[in-house]
């Protein structure tokens, strides 16, 4: 495993690194969501895997990153698998301009990950509430968001969740996954 002061097939990180954390949307469902918002024309449909967020885009010291990796596998190690049902669309606007699947069930285990990843080495403030959701579209007209939240309304999906997973942001200005931590 390349230790994560390095970049996967060899070279050195920046000294500072953008990452996240969250919890994937496996196929098909993953792969549904992310064609629904590329038929929205939202930019980053293929830039941003499909996903519920437990850590938004965070600037770390590439040197904390051995603390970073022990800290999430700490977490792992103390959370379940456990279900998640994602049902039908929401939407965070007028304050927010995004459309997103409600996370039915799981947001409970979601809103507890998300606070144990959100602490020790990875400490921070929010801008806003923590509300685990799947964004279908953003930053979009209105008549396109509401297009996607009455497309959104129709969704289902049902998986159990094994872990999660830490991901970078990369110079091209794409996620990309770098390490998986599976619960106990």
């Not at 994560?4 to 000294?15: N, V």
């Not at 850590?55 to 792992?76: D, M, R, S, Y």
Request: aromatic share 8%; hydrophobic share 40%; with cysteine.
């Amino acid at each position: 495993m390349t230790p994560l002061t390095r970049l996967p097939g060899g070279g050195d990180l920046p000294e500072v690194v953008t990452i996240g954390v969250s919890v994937s949307v496996p196929d098909p469902f993953g792969a549904q969501i992310q064609d629904a918002r590329a038929g929205h024309g939202d930019p980053l449909a293929r830039s941003i895997p499909t996903h519920v967020t437990l850590l938004p885009p965070t600037e770390v010291p590439a040197e904390e990153l051995p603390k970073i990796e022990e800290h999430l596998a700490a977490v792992a190690a103390a959370h379940r698998p456990f279900r998640m049902l994602l049902s039908g669309g929401g939407t965070f606007r007028p304050v927010s301009p995004v459309v997103f699947v409600r996370v039915e069930e799981g947001a409970q285990e979601c809103r507890l990950l998300e606070a144990d990843v959100r602490s020790g080495p990875l400490a921070r403030e929010l801008a806003f509430p923590y509300h685990p959701h799947v964004t279908v579209a953003h930053g979009l007209p209105d008549d396109v968001l509401d297009q996607a939240y009455e497309q959104a309304r129709g969704f289902r999906a049902a998986f159990t969740v094994p872990g999660f997973g830490l991901s970078r942001f990369d110079a091209d200005e794409v996620w990309r996954p770098w390490r998986s931590y599976s619960f106990a």
